[in-house]
């Protein structure tokens, strides 16, 4: 076998890239165990003496294993009461919000659509400039918000920044004569949007549905 040959048959890069590899491995372990030991212990200590806890004696393992913590927990209707309302929240306000996403972005994606760059820039300025804490309270309570699940979706229905992303998608992702050949062919602007728009659109409404789902379940202060 010619020294070429054995040169190709060699992987790119030979002991280099495997050092390389090996590197990056195990750089790649230290950085999840820095991750995810907090959580683990976090979970072990749930399950530990909240007094061998305090005393620094809990690392691995539960220190004298016990489940006071959880029975403290669930023994409070009102812990239970706050997951429902999170999980309720996060549940309708991001199909809201999706919703809402969508049939903002895929017009304002047209540009044929009349106003489109002063509805860009109206939408743009909401990402700079808000009311405050003060007026936003106001326009909730003026109309008839207060006290309803839809003050929490209502006033800030549309993530501006979500909508930018899903509007960018449908402009560049999505051929204009896949549209324009489905209205030849007599399909309406809805029917084009239905079953061709959504189902297209399916990689960037995951992404909504995940931002979206985080935004609602973080969302402490509204």
Same mark, same amino acid.
């Given at each position: ?6 040169? /190709?048959g060699k992987?790119p890069?030979g002991l280099?890239?495997?050092?390389s590899d090996v ?5 790649s372990v230290? %950085?999840? /165990?820095l991750v ?5 212990y976090i979970?072990?200590?749930? !399950?530990?003496?909240?007094y ?6 809990? !690392? /691995?393992?539960?220190s004298? !294993? ?6 403290a ?6 812990i239970?009461l706050?997951?429902?309302?999170? %999980? ?5 306000g991001?199909?809201?919000s ?9 017009p304002?994606?047209?540009?044929d /659509?009349?106003?489109?760059?002063f ?7 909401t990402?700079?400039?808000g ?5 936003t309270?106001?326009?909730v309570k003026?109309?008839?918000? %207060?006290n309803t ?6 006033p800030?229905?549309v993530a501006?920044?979500n909508m ?15 549209k324009?050949?489905?209205? %030849?062919d007599g399909?309406s ?6 079953d061709i728009?959504?189902?297209?659109s ?6 909504m ?5 985080v935004?609602?379940?973080n969302?402490?202060?509204t």
């Amino acid at each position: 076998m010619s020294a070429n040959a054995k040169t /190709l048959g060699k992987r790119p890069g030979g002991l280099s890239d495997r050092a390389s590899d090996v590197v990056l491995v195990a750089l790649s372990v230290v %950085i999840l /165990l820095l991750v995810a030991y907090p959580l683990y212990y976090i979970l072990v200590a749930s !399950f530990s003496d909240p007094y061998d806890v305090y005393a620094g004696k809990t !690392f /691995l393992l539960p220190s004298q !294993f016990s489940l006071k913590g959880y029975a403290a927990v669930f023994s409070d209707d009102s812990i239970l009461l706050g997951y429902w309302n999170s %999980i309720k929240y996060t549940v309708v306000g991001t199909i809201f919000s999706v919703v809402m996403i969508y049939i903002t972005a895929y017009p304002l994606s047209n540009p044929d /659509l009349p106003g489109r760059k002063f509805f860009n820039i109206f939408f743009v300025i909401t990402m700079y400039f808000g009311g405050g804490l003060i007026p936003t309270y106001l326009i909730v309570k003026d109309t008839g918000l %207060i006290n309803t699940i839809w003050a929490m979706f209502l006033p800030g229905g549309v993530a501006v920044s979500n909508m930018i992303i899903a509007r960018n998608f449908f402009e560049t992702s999505i051929p204009k004569e896949l549209k324009e050949a489905a209205e %030849i062919d007599g399909a309406s602007k809805l029917r084009v949007f239905w079953d061709i728009i959504i189902p297209l659109s399916k990689p960037i409404m995951a992404v909504m549905v995940v931002f979206s789902m985080v935004a609602y379940w973080n969302d402490w202060f509204t």
